[in-house]
């Protein structure tokens, strides 16, 4: 999914509202339905960097290459895309 709109969120819990995550909650409505799965999300109590991000997701992708759960072929293109958005 690709968001549409920024906001901006100062705490996560000063809120009654439930967290949601792959969807957008709008006056009781969800909206732009991600489709996909979120199989790894987290939640920080800081903003993480995003070269912290990027450590964080080449550990995974070695993790999956490395235990035979990833092809060589898509670990190859999972690193090409990355070194393409520096």
């Not at 709008?26 to 979120?38: E, K, P, R």
């Not at 199989?39 to 964080?56: C, G, H, L, N």
């Not at 550990?59 to 490395?66: C, M």
Request: charged share 20%; with cysteine; glycine share 6%.
């Amino acid at each position: 999914m690709t968001p549409t709109t920024a906001g901006t969120c100062t705490s996560l819990f000063d809120s009654s509202a439930a967290l949601t995550m792959g969807a957008d909650l709008v006056s009781g409505t969800y909206s732009n339905l991600y489709t996909g799965i979120l199989d790894d999300a987290r939640v920080f109590k800081e903003i993480v960097p995003t070269a912290q991000i990027k450590e964080m997701y080449y550990s995974g992708i070695n993790d999956l290459f490395a235990t035979g759960k990833m092809s060589a072929e898509e670990y190859s293109q999972k690193i090409s895309e990355l070194s393409l958005n520096k």
